[in-house]
């Protein structure tokens, strides 16, 4: 039989899967993070790391259901310098994504300075898109003005890959705008979407919403958010330069979930609330199921049919 190549470049970074976890799930302690380096993702994200850390939000902060997931976690993270001690401490032929979130840009510029020493670091994903703190009030991700100025600051110093993982967008306007910001910096790549931000599930037996954090309202994720995901991905892979990689991000849970996310611009893509839902076992599952659904469509390689989507015939 032909074998399938899920190999995948992301820009210069090469992946020997294109499959890799989210931030946020399942990659926040040690144990966690040994975890996802033994399984069969082909990258290694880690959760959003701050300068100190942090216990995040009151418990419950998660929760899922059979179309998705809402949580409202608060950055709960041990701190940057435990993930750059584990990282530093590892044997691993994996690239290694580390995930910043400052909570201020003197905060990001000190993180990304930092992680920029570590050679364990293959790339930086700077999230620009947290929707759950309780100290902020607005998402940095949708002041353009205020992306412009920390990404000219950053490219000033930042020597290492760097990728920005961003919110999902609801106008075309907001995705011309953001890709032109973009497409004047050094970006390696843009991890599409993060959680729907300001969603709420209710209980009706108790009359409650499911979450504790800020009355309810949390970011959502899961297979209810692909077609968001879809839409900002096809949209960045026109608007974007084509040296920036898109890594696809929301709803998937099969094989051929990842090859829509492909098809419509993807490189490589994470997987958030299955991961929680599944455990690591779920690379291996997907990677069976997306090389079967592969070589079905009698497609050897990623590079075949990425970004190749039709308009309706
Ligand atoms: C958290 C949630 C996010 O969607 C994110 O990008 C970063 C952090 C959180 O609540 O911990």
Same mark, same amino acid.
């Given at each position: 039989?032909?074998?399938?190549?899920?190999?995948?470049s992301?820009n210069?970074?090469?992946?020997?899967?294109c499959?890799? =976890?989210?931030?946020?799930?399942?990659?926040s302690?040690?144990k966690?993070?040994? =975890? /996802?380096?033994?399984?069969?993702?082909? *990258?290694?994200?880690?959760?959003?790391?701050?300068?100190?850390?942090?216990?995040?939000?009151?418990?419950?902060r998660?929760?899922?259901?059979?179309?998705?997931?809402?949580?409202?976690? &608060?950055?709960?993270?041990? &701190?940057?310098?435990?993930?750059? #001690?584990?990282?530093?401490?590892?044997?691993?032929?994996?690239?290694?994504?580390?995930?910043?979130?400052? $909570?201020?840009?003197?905060?990001?510029?000190? /993180?990304?300075?930092?992680?920029?020493?570590?050679?364990?670091i293959t790339?930086?994903?700077?999230?620009?898109?947290?929707? =759950?703190?309780?100290?902020e009030?607005?998402?940095?991700?949708?002041?353009?003005?205020r992306?412009?100025?920390?990404?000219? =600051?950053?490219?000033?110093?930042n020597?290492?890959? /760097?990728?920005?993982?961003?919110?999902?967008?609801?106008?075309?306007?907001?995705?011309?705008?953001?890709? /032109?910001? $973009? #497409?004047?910096?050094?970006?390696?790549?843009?991890?599409?979407i993060?959680?729907l931000p300001?969603?709420?599930?209710?209980?009706?037996?108790?009359?409650?919403?499911?979450?504790?954090?800020?009355?309810?309202?949390?970011?959502?994720g899961g297979?209810?958010?692909?077609?968001f *995901?879809?839409?900002?991905?096809?949209?960045?892979?026109?608007? $974007?330069?084509k040296?920036?990689?898109?890594?696809?991000? &929301?709803?998937?849970?099969t094989?051929k979930?990842?090859?829509?996310?492909?098809?419509?611009?993807?490189?490589?893509?994470?997987?958030?609330?299955?991961?929680?839902?599944e455990?690591?076992?779920?690379?291996e599952?997907?990677?069976?199921?997306?090389?079967?659904?592969?070589?079905?469509?009698?497609?050897?390689?990623?590079?075949?049919?990425?970004?190749?989507?039709?308009?309706?015939?």
């Open positions: 039989m032909k074998q399938i190549d899920l190999s995948v992301i210069k970074i090469k992946l020997s899967s499959i890799m =976890n989210a931030s946020g799930v399942l990659c302690t040690d966690e993070l040994s =975890n /996802l380096l033994d399984s069969f993702s082909g *990258a290694v994200v880690t959760k959003s790391c701050t300068r100190k850390p942090r216990k995040g939000n009151f418990e419950p998660y929760f899922e259901w059979n179309m998705g997931s809402i949580n409202s976690m &608060g950055l709960p993270n041990l &701190g940057i310098d435990f993930y750059l #001690n584990f990282l530093e401490k590892k044997e691993t032929k994996k690239p290694i994504f580390l995930s910043i979130s400052g $909570l201020s840009a003197e905060e990001n510029y000190f /993180l990304i300075k930092k992680a920029n020493h570590y050679s364990k790339a930086l994903e700077l999230n620009l898109s947290c929707p =759950n703190l309780i100290e009030e607005d998402l940095i991700s949708y002041n353009f003005s992306i412009s100025y920390l990404l000219e =600051n950053i490219f000033k110093f020597k290492k890959p /760097l990728g920005i993982k961003l919110p999902p967008y609801f106008e075309d306007l907001s995705i011309q705008k953001m890709a /032109l910001i $973009l #497409n004047q910096f050094p970006i390696d790549f843009v991890t599409c993060n959680s300001n969603g709420m599930v209710v209980d009706t037996k108790t009359e409650s919403v499911v979450i504790q954090p800020k009355k309810g309202f949390g970011g959502i297979s209810i958010i692909k077609p *995901a879809l839409a900002n991905i096809r949209k960045f892979y026109t608007y $974007l330069r040296d920036i990689s898109i890594i696809g991000c &929301g709803g998937i849970s094989g979930d990842i090859f829509e996310h492909i098809l419509c611009g993807a490189s490589a893509v994470q997987i958030g609330t299955q991961l929680m839902k455990g690591v076992f779920v690379f599952r997907l990677e069976k199921e997306f090389s079967f659904f592969l070589r079905k469509k009698n497609y050897s390689s990623i590079d075949s049919f990425k970004g190749n989507l039709k308009n309706f015939q």
